[in-house]
Structure formats: structure tokens, C-alpha cells
């Protein structure tokens, strides 16, 4: 199905931008265009402006800080995520998840912002940002404002930002010191929607002493499963405590059935990815 009629513009700031989807009701921003183009095919949804910030400079950079954290642009795509030094010196986790989002097509087109946006629960990275705790920048035309990741999903297709506001850029912060990350995926095929994601972020120091671990495709938005993260604070780095802590995911969890899978069938896979993100996280194997 082909696009119906939009009017098209692509302004030469993000402060024209933002003027643009505050004085146009119907205005939406196309960053990648990878999601949001098969929205608009399929009649899921209707703008009466694409408002095109894929080129403006000032959502396109990652900034490393002397911290450790990182700052990444809105338009920041994939295969630039994959690719970035500055990504891979101290959050190698990001770059990697990135290289395995769908195809290299996409994957050079597709955004961090838009990834985040479209508040789909099958996207790669939400999880993700949420075990590394990062924050959201977002602007509008009266001001800016942050807001923490936990707070920026909403539901299905639905995020924290209002009419007018635009997200600028996602800020990581270090990872603190005897922390990793994990991230494990179980996808339908190799590059397609995942059935169950879960991400995770460990301290250890000679036991577990935190834990976060997010659960994907479990319910509209990603969620922390506090259950699991207390049981693991405390216990040691082994795969015999990461396994008992997974056990604590059950009936409190109420997934979405679905071709893909059975409510039943996501609820145990979530042990199971749970399982093989935190033991990736502790250095015992498992990841995507």
C-alpha cells in the first residue's frame, strides 16, 4: 500500500523543528523512517506533515564525557551506534545489540530515537537503556526538560513526550565500577521481532551486591522484575543462584499470547533470557 499525500519539510534546526510540530497539530517527526513509513502504509496511523530532523547535526553526535557516561543524538543510527569508538570504549554492550537489529538496510537507516519512540515492545534497545539507567533529553519549543528511562514508556505506542516535544538525545551513564551488562533475545528468526528480551546490569564483588534486570514482550512497556533483582543481591556469582533468582519469575507476569508463543510459553522463555543476561552480566556465560 502506498503512502497517501503528506506535505514534507525539513528544517535547518532542531529549534525550527520544534516550531513546526508545535504549529502543526498533525505534524509528526521522521528521523529513520523505518517504522513510521509502515505505520503510515498500512493506515495505522495518518500525519498531515513529516517533519524530517534525519539531517540536523545537533541530533546526530555521541559524546563521551570525562565520566565515563555518553550522550547520544536522537538520529544517531544503528550501524553508526555498531561503529562508534566512543560507544565500544566503555558501553560495548550498546554496539553490540545494535549490530544484531534486523538487517544492514535498516540498520542504516534506523535511530536510537526512533527505536525508543515508537514505544513498540519487540524494540531492541529500550530494555537495554533501561538496565543502564539512562536518561532522556527532551526539548520543545517553551523549554527542556529529562526524564528518566523508567518513566518514558507509557504503553504500546505510547512514550512521556507531549504534543511539540521532540527527544534530542539519550544520555548512558558509566557503568559503576565492578558492573557489566547483559542482554539475551529470543527472536522468531535471526533478524526478526523478538518473542522475549531481557537486559541486565550486575555489580559484583565477590557477591552480588546489585542487580537490574528488565524483562521485554512481557507487558506493554519493558519492565524491572524487582523479584529477581532481591534475590540476587546477596547471593554469589554462580549459575546455581542465578537460576534460583530466575525462578522467582512466574505468575506475577501476565504476557500478551499470540502466534509466536502462548502467555505460558513467553513466561517461562522469560526465565530463560533473564537467566542468560544476568550470567552474561556476571561473566558466566549466556548473552544473545
Known amino acids: ?62 559524546q563521551r564525557r570525562p565520566d565515563g557516561s555518553i550522550e547520544v543524538g536522537a538520529c544517531v543510527t544503528y550501524d553508526e551506534l555498531d561503529r562508534s569508538l566512543g560507544v565500544r570504549a566503555g558501553h560495548e554492550i550498546i554496539a553490540r545489540v545494535a549490530s544484531h537489529i ?7 537507516r534506523g535511530t536510537i530515537g526512533g527505536n525508543c519512540c515508537l514505544s513498540d515492545p519487540t524494540n ?4 537495554l537503556l533501561i538496565a543502564l539507567d539512562a536518561t532522556m533529553h527532551v526539548r520543545s519549543a517553551g523549554g527542556s526538560r529529562r526524564v528518566p528511562v523508567e518513566e518514558f514508556f507509557k504503553g504500546y505506542f505510547l512514550t512521556a513526550l507531549e504534543p511539540g516535544e521532540l527527544l534530542t538525545s539519550v544520555e548512558i551513564p558509566a557503568l559503576p565500577a565492578g558492573a557489566r551488562a547483559g542482554y539475551a533475545s529470543l527472536n522468531v528468526a535471526a533478524d526478526s521481532k523478538a518473542i522475549v528480551r531481557s537486559a541486565a546490569r550486575v555489580k559484583v564483588n565477590e557477591v552480588i551486591e546489585e542487580a537490574r534486570v528488565v524483562l521485554a514482550r512481557v507487558a506493554p512497556v519493558p519492565i524491572r522484575h524487582r523479584g529477581m533483582e532481591e534475590a540476587l543481591v546477596g547471593a554469589a556469582p554462580t549459575a546455581e543462584s542465578v537460576r534460583a533468582a530466575a525462578d522467582t519469575i512466574g505468575e506475577d507476569l501476565e504476557p500478551v499470547a499470540d502466534s509466536h508463543g502462548s502467555s505460558e510459553y513467553r513466561r517461562q522463555m522469560a526465565r530463560v533470557v533473564a537467566r542468560r543476561a544476568v550470567l552474561e552480566a556476571i561473566g558466566q556465560g549466556g548473552g544473545m
Not at 534486523?102 to 542504516?108: F, G, K, T, V
Not at 531492541?124 to 530494555?127: A, E, I, K, R, W
Open 124 to 127: 531492541n534497545l529500550p530494555p
Open 102 to 108: 534486523e538487517d544492514s538496510q535498516i540498520r542504516n
Open 1 to 62: 500500500m502506498l503512502l497517501k499525500s503528506v506535505e514534507y519539510v525539513r528544517p535547518g534546526s532542531v529549534d525550527e523543528a520544534l516550531h513546526l510540530l508545535r504549529s502543526n497539530a498533525g505534524a509528526a517527526p521522521l528521523a529513520g523512517g523505518q517504522s513510521l513509513s509502515n505505520i503510515l502504509k498500512h493506515r495505522v496511523a495518518s500525519v498531515d506533515v513529516l517533519v524530517d530532523i534525519s539531517s540536523l547535526d545537533e541530533l546526530r553526535e555521541i
